[in-house]
């Protein structure tokens, strides 16, 4: 694509560094980094981004040494973000640091944890991972002697943000302004949504086939996995299983990296903008073409039936549920099982901030709370 540059060798609609919407507190520029690139390393060096070692993607983090948690997963996020990022012009540094951040809020035990912890917060205002990411960028994390939270720039906040209801919209001011206003986000946020579905289709793939809650044979309804898996064992007859997965997988993310940069490409060329100003009153750019996105959705189709619904992983997860609701409930029975300072924080933010302290748990930490309790975890 033959895009004009802006500063720093960008396209033109990249977002610029040099030209933030700037921190919520505002601090005397880096020597020697762009605002994104220290937005990065803040998230990096967070204690949130530390917990994701011992988060949950899809099987519980004791389950297996080689499962993906939530760390290893915005780790494969941001390589395949900065890729795309590279090749369309965009800022790397931005779309690392959302690709890294856009975890930090999950709860312990995946998708199982948050969607307790909303059911425990259903009368406080729910429990939506996407905030609570956004909370822990803007107030949890205590680092700094100035503020509370990190104190991102605008762009790398915006892109954390990937949905939000009205209500909160109306709440967050500028940051919620674009959900009011049917505007888009930075390119860099658009790129980081798709690598995270990238990233999260095909390495659960890997990870539900190494478990052998899938098989090969299995996946060969899937035309995305199939026409990828023939090639390889066509090229290779003699390929062990794992090295076969791993061919198998890689050509996938190739192909749908490819097909996202032609259809984006075609679509930015055909909305031409001139700026970020441009990008976001433009329909969604980043995207997938029609029959890729028929494909993957296909494939997405096929791990919610046979791997996120798999009895074992129910089983798991229905047990995970229930320690949310038994640690939610015990610390709202009995503030004195909370240490000091989230005791403090609930005797002014209530349930909030209990939500605040299970979300930040991880996996190993929220058992061990059940147990310090004395909580019949099963």
Request: charged fraction near 20%; include cysteine; charge should be negative.
């Given at each position: 694509m033959n895009a004009s540059a802006g500063s720093a060798g960008l396209a033109?609609?990249?977002?610029?560094?040099?030209?933030?919407?700037?921190?919520?507190?505002?601090?005397?520029?880096?020597?020697t980094r762009s605002d994104f690139q220290r937005d990065r390393d803040r998230i990096v060096h967070s204690t949130a981004f530390r917990r994701l070692e011992y988060k949950t993607q899809v099987f519980l983090n004791h389950e297996g040494d080689l499962f993906?948690?939530?760390?290893?997963?915005?780790?494969?996020?941001?390589?395949?973000?900065?890729?795309?990022?590279?090749?369309?012009g965009l800022d790397e540094d931005l779309v690392e640091a959302i690709s890294l951040a856009h975890d930090l809020g999950h709860t312990p035990f995946g998708h199982a944890g948050q969607d307790a912890l909303n059911a425990?917060?259903?009368?406080?205002?729910?429990?939506?991972?996407?905030?609570?990411?956004?909370?822990?960028?803007?107030?949890?994390?205590?680092?700094?002697?100035?503020?509370?939270?990190?104190?991102?720039?605008f762009e790398t906040r915006e892109g954390i943000l990937k949905h939000c209801s009205a209500a909160n919209a109306r709440r967050l001011g500028e940051l919620g302004e674009r959900f009011l206003?049917?505007?888009?986000?930075?390119?860099?946020?658009?790129?980081?949504?798709?690598?995270?579905?990238?990233?999260?289709?095909?390495?659960?793939?890997?990870?539900?086939?190494?478990?052998?809650?899938?098989?090969?044979?299995?996946?060969?309804?899937?035309?995305?996995?199939?026409?990828?898996?023939?090639?390889?064992?066509?090229?290779?007859?003699?390929?062990?299983e794992r090295r076969l997965v791993h061919e198998t997988v890689r050509r996938m993310i190739d192909e749908l990296v490819g097909d996202l940069l032609a259809e984006t490409q075609r679509r930015i060329a055909a909305a031409a903008p001139g700026s970020l100003d441009e990008v976001r009153r433009a329909g969604p750019l980043v995207a997938f073409s029609a029959p890729m996105r028929e494909r993957s959705q296909r494939?997405?189709?096929?791990?919610?039936?046979?791997?996120?619904?798999?009895?074992?992983?129910?089983?798991?997860?229905?047990?995970?549920r229930r320690a949310v609701h038994t640690l939610f409930d015990a610390y709202r029975d009995d503030d004195r099982l909370l240490p000091d300072e989230h005791r403090e924080r609930a005797q002014h933010l209530g349930a909030r901030a209990i939500a605040d302290y299970i979300a930040g748990m991880t996996d190993r930490f929220a058992l061990k709370e059940l147990a310090r309790i004395g909580a019949d975890q099963t």
């Open positions: 033109r609609y990249a977002a610029q560094s040099a030209g933030t919407r700037g921190r919520r507190y505002q601090e005397p520029a880096a020597l993906r948690t939530r760390l290893t997963h915005s780790i494969e996020v941001a390589q395949i973000a900065r890729s795309i990022a590279r090749a369309l425990c917060m259903r009368d406080h205002g729910g429990f939506e991972h996407n905030l609570q990411s956004l909370r822990v960028v803007d107030e949890l994390e205590q680092r700094y002697g100035g503020f509370d939270g990190l104190n991102l720039c206003l049917g505007l888009q986000p930075s390119l860099e946020a658009q790129v980081a949504n798709l690598a995270d579905e990238i990233a999260y289709n095909n390495h659960d793939v890997d990870d539900g086939l190494r478990s052998g809650l899938i098989t090969l044979e299995q996946l060969q309804q899937v035309d995305l996995f199939a026409a990828h898996a023939d090639v390889v064992s066509a090229r290779y007859p003699a390929i062990a494939l997405k189709s096929f791990l919610h039936a046979h791997l996120y619904r798999h009895p074992q992983v129910e089983t798991v997860m229905d047990q995970a």
